[in-house]
Structures are given as C-alpha cells and as structure tokens.
C-alpha cells in the first residue's frame, strides 16, 4: 500500500523518449528497459533533453487498452512504487505497434523527478 501521490506534469522530453523507446521495442520485436543499443531509461530522457535526475520506468505489451496498462501496473508492487513515487514530478508515455512483433503493441512510461 502506497500513499497517495501527487498528480504528475506531462513532459514533452520524457514522451519523445517513452515514444522511440516503444518503437524500438516494437520494431525490434524485444521486451526490456535496457535497449538494443544499451542505452538505459536514464540514457533515453538524457539525450532526449531532460534535466531531471531521477527516473523510473515502467513498459508493458500485448494489452490494447491504456486502462489495461494502468490495471497491470497497479497490480505490480515494483510497478505500483514507480506510479506512487513522492519524488516523481513529470511523466512521459507513449506506446508503439508493429502487427510482425510478438507482443503486437509496446508501452512506455518514463517518470522524472527534478
């Protein structure tokens, strides 16, 4: 049980970063923080322009809903820490689809704090 959380800002920089990291799971067809280049979520918000020290990470596949999404994550302690973290202020998500991969839709949510 976590407590309740602040709402968090949308942040353009992390959503570039959620955006190419869900299309790169999904083109690629993996399933993994870490992408094929190596880079890590820090990585990713780094060199899309994010000044914010800490990040967190949260992706998911293969479910066709934001609401589903959401429900997983909630449903996942390590998940669940990263939505309710006190010290995340911004959030960036997307999802990407490729109908060849396995999962068929990838999603990303890149949390930041300042």
């Excluded at 959401?70 to 449903?75: K, R, S």
Aim: contains cysteine; charged residues 15%.
């Amino acid at each position: 049980s976590f407590a309740a959380a602040a709402p968090l800002a949308w942040n353009a920089e992390l959503g570039s970063a959620a955006e190419a990291h869900s299309r790169a799971m999904a083109n690629g067809n993996f399933f993994a923080h870490q992408g094929r280049d190596g880079r890590t979520p820090g990585d990713r918000a780094e060199l899309a322009g994010y000044a914010g020290g800490q990040i967190g990470e949260n992706i998911a596949a293969a479910l066709d809903t934001p609401a589903k999404v959401v429900e997983g994550w909630l449903a996942s302690p390590g998940h669940c820490a990263n939505l309710m973290h006190p010290q995340y202020q911004d959030l960036g998500a997307a999802y990407a689809s490729d109908p060849q991969s396995d999962a068929g839709i990838y999603w990303t949510a890149l949390f930041g704090g300042r």
